[in-house]
């Protein structure tokens, strides 16, 4: 069913259960830690992909949370497969959760789903140090490596910085390094994942 707003279309199977929740803590310097319930998130099936939603995207961006569990692995890895020719990014998403799933298995996955481009923290970079892509490391406070070179992001006063990693892969997305830095900082100048 899909849903249109700020010119995003937003499609998915409508199943029932329990919506997705994410609890983000600040702790008042900028950091934060997360607690998140993926919800019927977590169990999205090969099956219940339409191959609609993906086949005449510019772009598909997965995040990494999706390869750490079944079923949502594979209907990562599928969905990957219909956007051919299309690009495809993942944002790694924790160094932690790729530990405890095991970097092999991880990089498995990974090289499964086949992404272009890799959003990741260095301690996400050096979890997978063998997997051969096209790297965005984000650096937080000190800007970000892209393929096109190092961007120092701008002097802010860093309030919350949920939801910055995000904002950071969707700038370069739609624009490059230079919208993405920007993005980024404005994104950690506001309270919450959604400036």
């Known amino acids: 069913?899909?849903?249109?707003?700020?010119?995003?279309?937003?499609?998915?199977?409508?199943v029932a259960g329990r919506g997705g929740v994410?609890?983000?803590?600040?702790?008042?310097?900028?950091?934060r830690t997360m607690a998140s319930d993926r919800g019927v998130a977590a169990s999205l099936e090969l099956a219940e992909l339409d191959p609609g939603w993906i086949e005449s995207c510019d772009v598909l961006h997965v995040s990494g949370y999706c390869l750490l569990h079944e079923p949502m692995t594979g209907a990562a890895i599928e969905a990957a497969r219909l956007v051919r020719p299309g690009r495809v990014s993942v944002d790694l998403a924790s160094a932690r959760d790729i530990?405890?799933?095991?970097?092999?298995?991880?990089?498995?996955?990974?090289?499964?789903l086949g992404p272009d481009l890799v959003f990741a923290t260095e301690d996400e970079r050096a979890a997978?140090?063998?997997?051969?892509?096209a790297?965005?490391?984000?650096?937080?406070?000190?800007?970000?490596?892209?393929?096109?070179?190092?961007?120092?992001?701008p002097a802010v006063a860093a309030v919350d910085t949920t939801g910055a990693g995000d904002a950071l892969a969707a700038g370069y997305l739609v624009g490059g390094p230079e919208l993405a830095i920007e993005t980024a900082a404005r994104s950690v100048t506001l309270i919450g994942a959604m400036p």
């Open 99 to 112: 530990e405890i799933l095991g970097a092999g298995r991880f990089a498995a996955r990974l090289r499964a």
């Open 128 to 133: 997978v140090p063998d997997f051969d892509a």
């Open 1 to 14: 069913m899909p849903i249109h707003r700020h010119d995003v279309e937003i499609c998915g199977p409508v």
């Open 135 to 153: 790297w965005v490391i984000k650096l937080g406070a000190r800007g970000a490596r892209f393929p096109e070179g190092f961007y120092a992001a």
């Open 22 to 31: 994410v609890v983000s803590m600040s702790d008042g310097a900028g950091g």
